[in-house]
């Protein structure tokens, strides 16, 4: 595992590429890191980092997290994340980062929750066709229809699809593109939408997968090189 960032997400936007396409993008605002602890192998048999996250008043805080940062002499954060990685020499206790971690990547993860439903119906959570409009159906055209079986199993098996609670679950993206990074105002532009309302905290890591594909920057330098290689045959 490597060390990621939390950001919150601010809303939706479009980019325009030199190629001229039109970009649906997710803003995201970063928050800083600051690392807490250094663990190492001897200590606990892993190595790992402890990271803080998201200002938050000394009022707010137990006394137990009271004591933890005035133990550690740094101000406190309301998210902490650890973080498991081969070699943590390159960290040290104070040390702050952001976005300049993901400098040589392309592509992202990203993990946050979705927008709740509140309790949904079988239609409206499954997509269930529901029951027929006419021909003696009274009263239960939304209904989920039967749930059961006869006297043997004599039960409803867990897990069956039936109305219930929606949405407010966590829920991760894969590979989504970086189209955009900027680092002095702590902003990553994302391609694609991303699970969650506006003010929803975000949490980003590198891509766990081996990605093969090209950007959109990168289709499109070769769509020219293409080009300009036909030209120079003829």
Avoid at 8 to 26: D, H, L, N, W
Wanted: charged share 35%.
């Amino acid at each position: 595992m490597s060390i990621g960032l939390l950001g919150t997400k601010i809303g939706m936007t479009r980019e325009f590429m030199k190629s001229g396409q039109s970009v649906p993008v997710t803003v995201i605002k970063i928050e800083k890191g600051r690392v807490l602890d250094v663990i190492s192998k001897d200590k606990r048999g892993y190595s790992a980092v402890k990271v803080g996250f998201c200002k938050i008043k000394n009022s707010k805080l137990t006394k137990q997290m009271k004591g933890y940062f005035s133990k550690k002499k740094t101000e406190p954060k309301k998210i902490l994340k650890e973080f498991r990685i081969e070699n943590n020499d390159q960290f040290k206790e104070g040390n702050e980062f952001g976005l300049e971690i993901f400098k040589d990547k392309k592509f992202l993860d990203v993990r946050s929750r979705t927008i709740g439903k509140g309790f949904a119906g079988g239609m409206k959570r499954w997509n269930f066709s529901g029951l027929r409009a006419s021909h003696g159906v009274s009263v239960s055209h939304r209904a989920h229809g039967s749930t059961g079986q006869n006297q043997d199993p004599g039960k409803v098996f867990k897990g069956k699809k039936m109305a219930g609670h929606m949405g407010d679950k966590m829920r991760t993206m894969l590979n989504l593109e970086i189209i955009k990074s900027d680092i002095d105002n702590d902003l990553i532009y994302l391609r694609g939408s991303i699970p969650g309302s506006k003010n929803t905290t975000v949490f980003l890591r590198e891509s766990v997968k081996n990605i093969a594909r090209k950007t959109i920057s990168e289709k499109y330098e070769a769509k020219i090189k293409k080009a300009e290689s036909k030209k120079g045959k003829k």
